[in-house]
């Protein structure tokens, strides 16, 4: 099989990964047009260094053979889709190739488990070993571990990646055991456990071999079992306190040509990703906890951000005067964010603040106004019932996507 025709075929099966979060894009190229430029390059996708460049990576699996069935996977044993497989030295080819014609800053390498986990492993290490040993490739590298892999392969893979990462799957235990029954949460967690113990010694002793700068992250498929977002989250959380995660990566479960029963036939709503993510923010950067952002029924507010809706059912705590708020419920204000919170508190230590300021910081005036007081300002609807202010401030509904292939990854 050619190259092309390889790369085909392992970027389309690498979609499914949510790790690189933009590769959603629509499809788009200036065939006919003006303009240069497209989002349709095989296996091309985007993503974030520890220092916040966006970064474009070459996102490819090492194979889409896999002896596992995972019920959600396109990749499973008996999914029947074409087949092919990357040699390393064809792996390494591509990115050098591509790096030096600048199409990409780095890898994203992940694969289906080939005769045995330490075996895939090896193969994942020797492409990175290759690529920075002979090629000298300064670039990003993102490397997924196989979860019952020696764990000398993933302390190398660790020498050679910017990042790790161990896929939780699914939310729970349980959805785990029935629809990926060869994988075990307790292997998972182990090889979370020892990626975080190698990243702790890097920390403790600057000395230590390099490992994983970019730290780890995981992937967990959203719509694919029962799991509400209540369940989703509070996984997220007990994954990032026990495992030191930099990033949960939410991705919406894509039914594929001939799903078994044990999964549902539509894809969840978009929206709920979207929403997860929100959440997911909130919880990493704003200090909220799962119980305080849920609603009773379980599942986060798809028509209004969990901001807006933790907001609205904690009207006791508003209007806020931000003139003399804690800083952390300042940045709980829907419409205003970490950075103009700080703005704020800055602000204030020098003059009173004023309604004006806050349109000068470009606040979202419209999501602010009933919930802020400032020198002269106090709402007028103030005492509006939620519900009403909801519906002012819910999103308008999208239109559906006519072209479903179009919202995988
Ligand atoms: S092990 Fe990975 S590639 Fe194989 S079926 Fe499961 S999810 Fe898919």
Redesign the pocket.
């Known amino acids: 099989m050619e190259l092309n025709d390889k790369l085909e075929i392992l970027a389309d099966a690498a979609k499914y990964d949510a790790s690189c979060a933009s590769s959603g894009a629509p499809k788009r190229n200036s065939i006919g047009k003006d303009g240069f430029g497209a989002t349709t390059g095989m296996g091309i996708c985007h993503s974030y260094t520890p220092d916040g460049r966006c970064v474009s990576l070459l996102k490819v699996l090492l194979t889409?053979y896999?002896?596992?069935?995972?019920q959600?996977?396109?990749?499973?044993?008996s999914s029947n889709v074409p087949r092919a497989r990357f040699t390393v030295a064809e792996v390494v080819k591509l990115t050098t190739d591509f790096y030096l014609r600048n199409y990409i800053d780095g890898l994203f390498l992940s694969?289906?488990?080939i005769q045995s986990a330490d075996y895939t492993m090896e193969q994942l290490v020797q492409v990175a070993r290759e690529l920075r040993e002979v090629h000298q490739f300064r670039g990003y590298i993102h490397l997924k571990t196989i979860p019952d892999a020696d764990p000398a392969l993933i302390a190398a893979a660790g020498r050679y990646a910017d990042r790790l990462s161990v896929?939780i799957?699914l939310p729970s235990h349980d959805s785990v055991q029935k629809l990926?029954p060869?994988?075990s949460v307790h292997t998972i967690k182990l090889a979370m456990g020892s990626i975080r113990r190698k990243l702790d010694e890097k920390a403790e002793e600057p000395r230590a071999p390099r490992f994983a700068p970019a730290g780890q992250s995981t992937q967990m498929i959203v719509g694919a079992d029962a799991s509400d977002d209540q369940q989703i989250l509070t996984t997220a959380e007990t994954l990032y306190g026990s495992y030191k995660l930099k990033r949960v990566y939410y991705s919406a479960f894509s039914p594929i040509p001939q799903s078994p029963k044990s999964v549902p036939l539509a894809p969840p709503p978009m929206q709920r990703e979207h929403r997860l993510y929100q959440a997911d923010f909130l919880l990493r950067s704003y200090g909220f906890q799962v119980n305080e952002l849920l609603p009773a029924s379980g599942n986060l507010a798809l028509d209004i951000d969990p901001k807006l809706a933790w907001a609205l059912s904690h009207r006791e705590h508003f209007p806020l005067d931000l003139n003399r708020a804690e800083p952390h419920m300042i940045a709980r204000v829907p419409g205003i964010g970490l950075r103009n919170a700080q703005r704020i508190v800055e602000l204030r230590r020098l003059r009173q603040v004023r309604y004006a300021d806050l349109s000068r910081l470009r606040c979202s005036m419209k999501k602010i106004s009933p919930f802020i007081i400032t020198a002269d300002y106090f709402p007028a609807n103030d005492s509006s019932p939620s519900e009403h202010l909801r519906r002012a401030m819910a999103e308008a509904p999208q239109q559906m996507n006519l072209w479903p292939e179009l919202q995988a990854a």
């Open positions: 889409n896999c002896l596992y069935d995972c959600y996977c396109v990749n499973r044993r694969s289906g488990i896929n799957e990926a060869e994988k």
